[in-house]
């Protein structure tokens, strides 16, 4: 999953992203509101971990203009305002958790697992094109019945083809979205794990569903047969 977390403290961002990257998420940081903003409304986020006492835009603020364009999007604030006051305040503009400064960073882990289950259920647990099906709760993904081994990367790069079957995707998408880097015109990281894909996906079928796009990227075809 993709995560944004939206806090000025350069150490605690840095503690709270190497605790989900070791999860396997990706995750980017915005060290003031208007770039959580703008981050968040801009990009395709599974969570959001956002603080309240932000520069340049206020945390709130922040929470009401992301919820007017994100609705669905989990939000978690992360705030040292410990008061009744603030944690209903926050509720009811959007946010869907509210955790207290100092906390525990398996709290804060479990509660983002329990949030993005819901958002994974409540939208699509199971992704499925053609005969190809990937079931994001239980980790598991078969083609015409056949299941399919897959690494945490190569899960997670389909999942994203999916996700977007139909449309076509650049290398500099795929490499943001999957790897959380900026795209280099000099790697080769996503023809290579695409191939892989189409080892374990396509190898064997009569249609196969990842196209390349020549002169863009790749795309997994939504229906009918893949050319």
Known sequence: MRILIVEDDAAL????????????????????????RSMAIGID????????NLPVMDGLAVLKSVRQRKRSMPIIILTARSRVEDRVQCLDLGADDYLVKPFSFLELSARSRALLRRSQLSSESVLTVLDLSLDRVERKVQRGGRPIELTVKEFALLEYLMRNAGRRLTRAMIIEHVWNLTFDSATNIVDVYINYLRRKVDDGSAAPLIQTVRGVGYQLAACGRAE
Not at 13 to 35: P, R, T, Y
Not at 45 to 52: G, K
């Open 45 to 52: 986020y599974d969570l959001a971990v956002l603080d309240l």
């Open 13 to 36: 961002s840095g503690f709270i992203k190497k605790g989900l990257e070791a999860e396997h998420h990706a995750v980017d940081v915005a060290s003031d509101g208007e770039q959580g």
